[in-house]
């Protein structure tokens, strides 16, 4: 397994948390895969369920931003775009046979969750929790 969840990921924020589990899931199957010997038949379609979801979950997240008038929305908008400029790059990449793209998929995405995750969405959500409290 590349991306263990634990506890320390959390943002308190149901759909936000099951959304992120979610792509945890995905990177850590496109891991299994390639561990035996599957994963660039695997790219594809994970290039495409990582686009879904970076579409749906960070729309999702950034009405949760405006919603609440977080603050430092320019720099998290701009994590999220950036995000998702790497991966089109990495699939584009990949769709003209370059060697190692899925090791360099892996890397990067374990690198981005690690802290945009449990970093950046966390501080995220604790502002969110400190402007509107249940």
């Not at 999220?80 to 769709?95: G, I, P, V």
């Not at 690690?114 to 501080?123: E, G, L, S, T, W």
Request: glycine fraction near 4%.
């Amino acid at each position: 397994m590349l991306f263990v969840w634990d506890d320390k990921c959390n943002t308190g924020i149901e759909e936000i948390d099951r959304d992120h589990k979610g792509l945890v899931d995905l990177i850590n199957d496109l891991y299994e895969a390639m561990q035996d010997g599957t994963g660039g038949a695997l790219l594809l379609p994970i290039f495409s369920a990582l686009k879904h979801y970076t579409e749906t979950h960070f729309d999702r997240e950034e009405r949760f931003m405006v919603d609440c008038d977080a603050p430092d929305q320019a720099r998290h908008l701009q994590e999220h775009r950036q995000m998702m400029a790497r991966l089109a790059d990495l699939e584009s990449r990949h769709r003209r046979g370059e060697a190692a793209i899925s090791l360099q998929t892996l890397t990067f995405l374990r690198d981005w969750l690690k802290n945009h995750i449990c970093v950046v969405d966390r501080a995220m959500a604790a502002q969110l929790q400190e402007k509107n409290p249940t």
